[in-house]
Nanobody, 121 residues
Framework: VQLVESGGGSVQAGDSLRLSCAAS?????RGWFRQAPGKEREIAAA????????YYTDSVKGRFTISRDNAKNTVYLQMNSLKPEDTAVYFC??????????????????WGQGTQVTVSS
């Protein structure tokens, strides 16, 4: 399964961006991770297979929304009220089978190539 991300870019603080990640085959739990320069990769948001469960890291709660369209094998990350500290490479991830939980990095088997999000003040 291949994951192809789109929607990154450079914006001003307070602006919005919508990331998309299309999968070439069936996947289960989906997530968005991010990695800022000099920092470890961290999960930003995750969503269960049917979309009934979501997870957000504390710093994005209330600003980011993850959603999915299983008919299109696509997951989205709507990012509002962006801040300079949201600047990072954002990676889409997907699980190949159903597993317990949705936010642990070892749940994910497939990774996208990453898309840069830059937020200037």
């Amino acid at each position: 399964v291949q994951l192809v991300e789109s929607g990154g870019g450079s914006v001003q603080a307070g602006d919005s961006l919508r990331l998309s990640c299309a999968a070439s085959g069936r996947t289960y739990t989906r997530g968005w991770f991010r990695q800022a320069p000099g920092k470890e990769r961290e999960i930003a948001a995750a969503i269960s297979w049917r979309g009934e469960r979501t997870y957000y890291t504390d710093s994005v709660k209330g600003r980011f929304t993850i959603s999915r369209d299983n008919a299109k094998n696509t997951v989205y990350l709507q990012m509002n009220s962006l801040k300079p500290e949201d600047t990072a490479v954002y990676f889409c991830a997907a699980a190949s089978k159903l597993r317990v939980g949705i936010q642990a990095v070892d749940l994910y088997d497939y990774w996208g190539q990453g898309t840069q999000v830059t937020v200037s003040s």
